[in-house]
């Protein structure tokens, strides 16, 4: 039985010049988590924040901080993100390479653990690591930048993964991320996820609390 649908807005898209104010209004619409992407230009042809971000927005809010690396050595830089703040880390499977290894540090933190796959990367990649992490991520979108057009193939990969974490009973969350609004959302749901990162369809909207309200009841239906 998959959990309670949880709606992460993602930061990428907010206002950076008023970032504290944009997070401080999704957490009074409801939001729990809070996704927040790092990117280091090496990994995704991107750069965002780093650790010192986080730290601060640790300090003005109480969400839960689902912290996403997509860089090339999170087997170094995951524990500066954890002593900021984080409450979750995803990293890449394609980017690290004793993956059981890095779940099993981070957890040992105290922190959840999770894998992402991207688009072109198989679930077998990933399936044996199910019973050791917190959260699996898919990409439904290329990597490294927002406002990226949803990639409805990969609902298929959504499928084949909740039906593997139901067939061996896990409690691991299965998040999705990539141009996902009131018509993606609902996709995604039926296919089996059970997180969304909502980036535009929040933040990039006159009233990103009554956005995130409305796309909360629309994966909800």
């Keep these: 039985m998959k959990p309670k649908m949880i709606i992460a807005p993602s930061i990428l898209s907010a206002d950076f010049s008023n970032l504290g ?17 790092i990117m280091d230009g090496h990994f995704v042809p991107n750069i965002s924040i780093g650790p010192a971000v ?21 087997e170094i830089y995951w524990q500066a993100f954890a002593k900021a703040g984080a409450d979750l ?51 439904t979108v290329e990597p490294g930048f927002g406002g990226q057009s949803f990639m409805v193939g990969m609902m298929k990969k959504v499928k084949e993964i909740r039906k593997l974490l139901d067939e061996k009973k ?10 996902i609004n009131k018509e993606t959302a609902k996709m995604a749901v039926r296919a089996g996820a059970d997180v969304l990162v909502a980036g535009n369809s929040v933040f990039k909207t006159s009233n990103p609390r009554k956005a995130f309200g409305d796309l909360e009841k629309s994966a909800a239906s």
């Design 21 to 37: 104010t944009a997070v401080a209004a999704v957490e009074r619409a409801g939001a729990k988590w809070l996704h927040i992407d």
């Design 54 to 74: 986080v730290n601060d927005l640790r300090k003005r809010s109480k969400l839960f901080f689902d912290v996403h690396l997509m860089i090339s050595r999170p």
């Design 89 to 139: 880390i995803t990293f890449h499977c394609e980017s690290a390479a004793n993956l059981l290894g890095l779940i099993k540090a981070i957890r040992k933190a105290g922190i959840k653990a999770g894998v992402s796959i991207k688009p072109k990367t198989a679930v077998s990649t990933i399936k044996r690591l199910l019973p050791y992490v917190d959260l699996v991520l898919v990409m």
């Design 170 to 179: 896990l409690s691991c969350r299965l998040e999705v991320d990539g141009g």
